[in-house]
């Protein structure tokens, strides 16, 4: 993951897109109630509650990079007590955690460069037969965004760390990391922010990790360049979602 800090009270605010997600692939989880479950990429925890939720004698091990968001998820989820342990970890590195029943998560993985490590490292510490659900930005995902920033930036200067990868390459590498009873797809997840979020949505969740490595005063002509750019505020959002199992 790009081990970057985030912002994570301005995420929390205005995150309504990735807590709308999660809440889907939530619901592809199986559960009985009792699992410890990894949240891979839990940010400021509104998913991770959801979850929770649905684990009435079970726990949640909340993971991500960034040390402010799992600062903000211990603080959302103070009232789970002990049912939920906190870890901030890169998943590009192997995992330092005790096996798990499931994993779940959302929003994450493109932050990834090497899904063949992440998918590997994810393995390691999911129990045989055990579930990972997830979804990530893949495929074409913010094809007119990446176009506005190209035409913004055509000399590439700026950093691009995502990683949206497609069906067929999730599929492949999570074979060969050892999962099986996989599904892989694509859907479109149109998204239409007010014009007064935008900039504030890709100062913090688009653009953070490209602005961090701008000269200071680059930075905010740079966002106000790219939100003219976006006038509706529309994004072509594409999620690649995945479900499958840890081979026994």
């Known amino acids: 993951m790009t081990t970057r800090d985030w912002d994570a009270l301005t995420y929390d605010r205005i995150a309504n897109p990735m807590t709308r997600w999660g809440e889907a692939v939530l619901d592809r989880l199986a559960l009985t109630g009792s699992e410890r479950v990894l949240d891979a990429g839990c940010g400021s925890g509104r998913v991770t509650e959801l979850l929770l939720a649905k684990l009435p004698t079970g726990s949640v091990v909340a993971l991500d990079a960034s040390p402010s ?35 779940l998560s959302t929003a994450t993985f493109h932050w990834l460069p090497d899904h063949d490590a992440l998918f590997t490292n994810l393995a390691a510490v999911l129990r ?55 599904e ?17 949505y890709l ?36 999620r690649l979602n995945i479900v499958a199992r840890r081979a026994a």
Do not use: K, S
């Open 128 to 182: 045989p037969g055990g579930q990972l659900v997830a979804q990530c930005g893949g495929g074409n995902n913010l094809a007119a965004v990446m176009a506005a920033f190209d035409d913004l930036d055509p000399g590439r200067r700026y950093w691009r760390p995502w990683h949206f990868a497609t069906p067929e390459d999730t599929r492949r590498r999570l074979e060969t990391a050892g999962f099986g009873d996989i």
């Open 184 to 200: 892989v797809w694509l859907n479109d997840e149109p998204t239409d922010l007010p014009p007064d979020t935008l900039p504030d």
């Open 203 to 238: 100062r913090t969740i688009i653009f953070g990790a490209t602005l961090e490595r701008m000269a200071e005063a680059e930075r905010e002509p740079f966002v106000r360049a790219m939100a003219a750019r976006l006038p509706d505020g529309h994004l072509d959002y594409v």
């Open 69 to 103: 968001m799992v600062d903000e998820a211990r603080r959302r989820l103070a009232g789970f007590g002990d049912r939920v342990e906190y870890v901030v970890a890169d998943m590009g590195q192997p995992l330092a955690i005790a096996r798990v029943d499931a994993i």
